[in-house]
């Protein structure tokens, strides 16, 4: 094993997230970064833009639009522990036959709890394929109406069970934002979806991709990233032990692909890297703690329960503030509040991130820092 201290592991885990602007290689669309990004947290749709936004170059905002509803060669779906990602259309053809059942059967209890047996279930997904095949994009509360009109009436959380089973077994996705709602249509109407694998290949390609986005990491990361079993992931990285290398953290064993040996031998960055990482951002989620990007004394002003996470302010791979933005229709105002002093250094790549931001949006930004 190759002993790799903290901070090259964070640093390579910038690069393989994008993170470091001096290795950003550019890439042809949104599609291909979410693809070599293994999907985009995206219960927050602006957020996920966002998190795009810091890993790109040139980028703005109305392209990942465009890509989503016009080009549609990214879909919003649920994906990755069950969650809503955006995803590349041409990985949902393998991806969602791989997560769906997981998950599917993984909630059988929960959906029990609201009214959703298995009979229930079947009349539901039947009877949101027949409105939207006859109606086109419907709102939750036009779906819920229907399934209503057919005699599945549902209240509460039973209704985002259902339609996330909906799209778990791959009959709706998210289509066009109605205002600030957004809908929901059928997935065969709306792509078409790429290439099907057995499940053994689709766990050894996701195992590649995840490497690929956060290696070096281990397989109980991979668990906790992807909410799929732990004994089938060690099975996968079992499949492409070939490509794999063994590193050491702590003593303890991680692998990254092959293919990035090369980074091991590469000198120390000289430039800071201060990056505005968005809520819930992938960063933050694909291993299975936070320990060498969240100093611990500051994890519950990053996450204080209920499965929120903050944006946040990232310098050299750790966690050094929380940021939040208030908007009016051309003006972003952009706090920023640090957890101790920042070294003077980080304030003009701060600033170029605000630019940044600006840039992307489409709008006019100013920045305030604060410290607590």
């Known amino acids: 094993m190759i002993p790799l201290c903290h901070d090259r592991v964070r640093l390579l885990r910038l690069r393989a997230q994008r993170l470091v602007p001096q290795f950003r290689e550019p890439v042809p669309g949104v599609a291909d970064l ?3 990004l293994c999907g985009i947290q995206a219960q927050d749709a602006r957020a996920a833009t966002l998190a795009l936004r810091v890993r790109s170059a040139g ?3 109305a392209d990942v639009e465009r890509a989503r509803v016009q080009e549609r060669t990214i879909i919003r779906t649920w994906g ?5 990602h955006l995803m590349a259309t041409e990985d949902a053809g393998w991806l969602l036959p791989l997560l769906g059942p997981v998950f599917i059967a993984g909630s059988r209890r929960r959906r029990a709890e609201l009214g959703l047996d298995e009979d229930t279930c079947a009349r539901g997904m039947r009877a949101i394929r027949d409105a939207l095949a006859s109606q086109g994009p419907l709102t939750r509360t036009e779906l819920v109406e229907q399934l209503a009109v057919n005699g599945i009436r549902l209240e509460g959380q039973a209704r985002p069970y259902l339609l996330s089973r909906a799209a778990l077994e791959g009959i709706i ?5 109605r205002g600030a709602e957004p809908t929901y249509v059928l997935l065969s109407d709306w792509i078409a979806p790429g290439r099907a694998l057995s499940e053994e290949a689709a766990y050894a390609e996701l195992a590649r991709r995840y490497l690929g986005a956060y290696g070096p990491a281990t397989p109980e990361d991979m668990a906790a990233w992807s909410g799929l079993p732990i004994s089938r992931i060690r099975a996968a990285w079992r499949q492409i032990a070939d490509q794999l290398m063994e590193v050491a953290i702590d003593s303890s064993a991680a692998w990254m692909l092959k293919s990035r040996a090369a980074w091991l031998d590469e000198p120390p960055i000289a430039d800071q890297v201060v990056c505005l990482l968005p809520a819930f951002d992938i960063y933050l989620l694909g291993y299975q ?4 990007t969240v100093p611990r004394q500051y994890a519950k002003r990053v996450n204080a329960g209920g499965g929120m996470l903050h944006p946040t302010l990232l310098v050299d791979g750790r966690v050094a503030g929380t940021w939040k933005s208030q908007r009016t229709k051309n003006q972003l105002d952009v706090i920023v509040e640090s957890f101790e002093q920042l070294a003077p250094e980080v304030y003009p790549r701060l600033e170029a ?3 940044e931001i600006a840039r992307f949006l489409v709008v006019q930004a100013s920045l305030q820092v604060t410290s607590r």
């Open 80 to 84: 990755q522990r069950g969650t809503l």
């Open 289 to 292: 703690n936070r320990d060498l």
């Open 353 to 355: 991130e605000i630019a």
């Open 173 to 177: 996705c998210l289509g066009p934002d």
């Open 59 to 61: 980028l703005v905002a």
């Open 34 to 36: 979410v693809k070599e």
